[in-house]
């Protein structure tokens, strides 16, 4: 049986960086809890104090099938490389030019959303784009 898998990420804003990673992946902000119109009276009920609402923010594949983000207001800033990064397939059943095209082109898109380009590849008939989100945190566009 397999095990279901969440990604979290250290942020200095998660609502922000959520909102990146949503864009990017096509997700959505996770919906609150059943019985509750929204997250801040599902904070409320429970006596969540108002002050620390900013310190967490999650976001989900609206079909169901990839891992759930979660970003966790951390304060200091990340210093060193990622011992982890997410690749993103969004050359999938693509090949040559065309996959050379849509990953540039989705470059493109991330640049516009914050993140920056860090190298351009292409080995051994692959090609990728080595990125970083708005804090920092290195993925590949393949």
């Known amino acids: 049986m397999a095990v279901g898998l969440q990604v979290t990420f250290d942020a200095s804003d998660p609502a922000r960086l959520g909102a990146f ?22 904070l409320d009920a429970v006596g969540f104090p108002e002050d620390q609402r900013d310190g967490f923010y999650a976001v989900v594949d609206p079909d169901g099938a990839g891992p759930r983000l979660f970003f966790q207001k951390v304060p200091e800033a990340k210093v060193a490389k990622n011992r982890v990064h997410l690749d993103v397939n969004v050359g999938a059943g693509l090949e040559g030019e065309e996959r050379t095209a849509r990953v540039n082109a989705e470059a493109d898109r991330a ?32």
Do not use: K
């Open 21 to 42: 990673w949503a864009e990017l992946l096509g997700y959505v902000e996770q919906p609150p809890p059943p019985g509750y119109a929204t997250w801040e009276e599902a």
């Open 111 to 142: 640049t516009g959303l914050g993140a920056t380009v860090q190298l351009v590849a292409q080995e051994r008939g692959e090609f990728w784009i080595v990125m970083q989100d708005p804090d920092g945190n290195e993925f590949c566009l393949q």
